[in-house]
């Protein structure tokens, strides 16, 4: 079992960076698949980036790639998303989301553990 819990959310203007970061505690991190998750008010979560248990494989929306970087340090149980050239429409809560032995990890159901979500608000 695994806790998840997200920093790093806050308001930025449109153009801004942030890094979100997840720090994770239980057992064997190292053998976890992670992803990030966005949830905009009165929309359906929605997939964002997410990166293999070894650090080998990341996958991203098609909506951040090119803006956005997922990595992970294992020896740390961390994993983090440098979220640059900020749009409003980045503007969600964002899930931190762990899972073993994952098939599809672009998929959020695939994923066992979850983060309560940091707040990212981008103004224009």
């Known amino acids: 079992q695994v806790q998840l819990v997200e920093s790093g959310g806050g308001l930025v203007q449109a153009g801004g960076s942030l890094r979100l970061s997840c720090a994770a505690s239980g057992r064997s991190f190292s053998s976890y698949d992670m992803g990030w998750f966005r949830q905009a008010p009165g929309k359906e979560r929605e997939f964002v980036a997410a990166?293999?248990?070894?650090?080998?494989?990341?996958y991203y929306s098609d909506s951040v790639k090119g803006r956005f970087t997922i990595s992970r340090d294992n020896t740390k149980d961390t994993v983090s998303l440098q979220m640059n050239i900020l749009k409003p429409e980045d503007t969600a809560l964002y899930y931190c989301?762990?899972?073993?032995?994952?098939?599809?990890?672009?998929?959020?159901?695939?994923?066992?553990?979850w983060g309560q979500g940091t707040q990212v608000t981008v103004s224009s």
């Open positions: 989301a762990a899972g073993r032995y994952i098939a599809v990890l672009t998929r959020a159901r695939e994923y066992g553990y």
């Open positions: 990166i293999n248990w070894s650090g080998a494989r990341t």
